[in-house]
């Protein structure tokens, strides 16, 4: 804490480096209010994936903030986040837990930390197929992920595939969006600016 | 706009399209019946789940945006002022909800992130003042602007002594997003919301109690890690066991799917036997409001909801495809599971 209120401006020419703290900040939508936390463990204690975290969301925060990126990029604590937000609405402090969860995984991926498991392919696997199509085929993208992915597994997904098929729920092929190359351009444009973020460092572009 | 009645832009989202088509089906039905005018956005695309921000920030709030600056043009259309929540658009699916109004959030709130965003939408002739669309769950709308009173007065084949498990799951409460534009959300009780209980007891159904009815199914951990989901969709399903639910009411197609297309391959998992249907709200609506069961999408659950609507003399199809059950074994060879294929495959698909 003391550290981030010493630091010196130095002239306007060589950027401070930021800290882990304040990059993670900065890379999170809107405010963040990591900075607030005060270690109560409310979210470690409300979050479903608490028990298989490395680390418990109240412990990675104490990570960030001792600067100890490694550590904390490497750990399966932000892929094992489901987004459920019970941290969020019980936080003392109001930090806003999920989002900086988001932030971590780019910042994981960005880095090379991204050993993981799974969870990065599959959402690989999705936005491929949004980026080709403009939606999604959901289950579709299930089943060819996890015969990529977890062939032992491979036969419980198949009946339940062949469940979802018989029920008609399952599409083959993905809905192709009309403006598809309107799309396209947008994230294309979105991709360039994202390589120019990282060019000049605007962390909260990234 | 000359109509009386307000207008609503309708955001289906991938799953209803096809895995989630019984909500979709029952949704329209019943927007009929409440005289809700539901106008699909032309040419949305998908909102990218939660899968998108974990890669690309930019990227996805620029796909996420695409939809709300189509809904801009579409329902309020003008001087692309901004700012006041011209136009609503409703989304039945909570993932939807939840990433097209914190992206809305997040382009109100942080100007350069608008810029960057609208850069990129310019590239594909689009633009999107923050603000101007606001972001409803379709079950927000129903209790909210149609209203308890109105839905009361459809039901004329009530639910009698069907015991529902009224199921929320986590992102119609949650997450409130902060500062004053908290309005953007559904304002109810976090983590135990009652609208859907008052809801599904006004069909005359009987709501059990379901301490567990804004816990986390498990999202897309089906997809990453088995063991973590296994074990949530098992606690959701024994607490409404314990509880003797009937039947689960969902308003989520990711909820829906995790808790009835996995509900086998959990019961395997634990050695336990679950045997519970889930259904979308809007299916309950319909059958209580006289619409046949038929044309409100039952049959599409793989947990069969036909034996319970029995029970209390409403009958419902049974699963499609389930007469062809008797186990037969599939000709193809067990490697030759049912794969997607791209639209250039698809010939080679014999189906
Ligand atoms: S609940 Fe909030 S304040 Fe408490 S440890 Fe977690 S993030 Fe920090
Ligand atoms: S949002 Fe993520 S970190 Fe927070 S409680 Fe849910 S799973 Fe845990
Ligand atoms: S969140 Fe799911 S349902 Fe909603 S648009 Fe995206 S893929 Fe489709
Ligand atoms: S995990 Fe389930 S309950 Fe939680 S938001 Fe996703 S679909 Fe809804």
Redesign the interface.
Known sequence: MLAETETVVPPRAAKPPLSFLQQVMAATPGDSRLEMCIQCGTCGGSCPSGPDMDYTPRHLFALIRADMRDQALSSNTFWYCVSCYYCVVRCPQQVYITDIMAALKRMAIREGHSLHGDAPDFSQTFIGNVERYGRSFELGLATRYHLTHSPLRKVGIGTLALGMMARDRLAFTPTRIQGIESLQAILHKAHELTAEAERTGEVELL | MTTSRTQYGYYPG??L?????AYDVSTRAIAAALGLDLAELD????C????????????A???IA?NLALAEKQFAPGDGSGGAHKAQLVAPCSACFLNLRKAD??LQ??K??AV??N????????HYDAGAVKIRHLLDVIVSDVGYARVKELVVKPLTGLRVAPYYG??FS???L?GERRTQGVRTN??YPMELDRLLKLLGAEVVYFPLKT??C???????????AYE?IRRLLQNAADFQADILATLCPMCQ?NLD??Q??VSRHFGVKFNLPIVYFTQLMGLAFGIEAKALGF????VSAAPALARIGIQAPL????A?KPKRK?RRP?EA???????AE?EE?E?
């Open positions: 991938c799953s399209e096809r895995s989630a088509s040419d949305w695309n998908c990218g789940a939660t899968e998108y921000l974990a890669i690309n920030k930019l990227a709030y620029a796909l695409r959030h997040h709130e942080d350069t992130l960057k965003t850069e990129a939408l310019a590239a594909g002739g689009l986590c992102l949650r997450p409130h902060g976090p983590e816990h986390c498990g999202g897309h951990m089906t997809q990453i890690s088995a063991d973590v949530l799917l297309a996995y086998q391959q049959g599409k659950e793989i699963p499609e495809g389930e062809e599939p067990k599971l049912p794969l997607p294929v791209m639209p698809s698909m189906l």
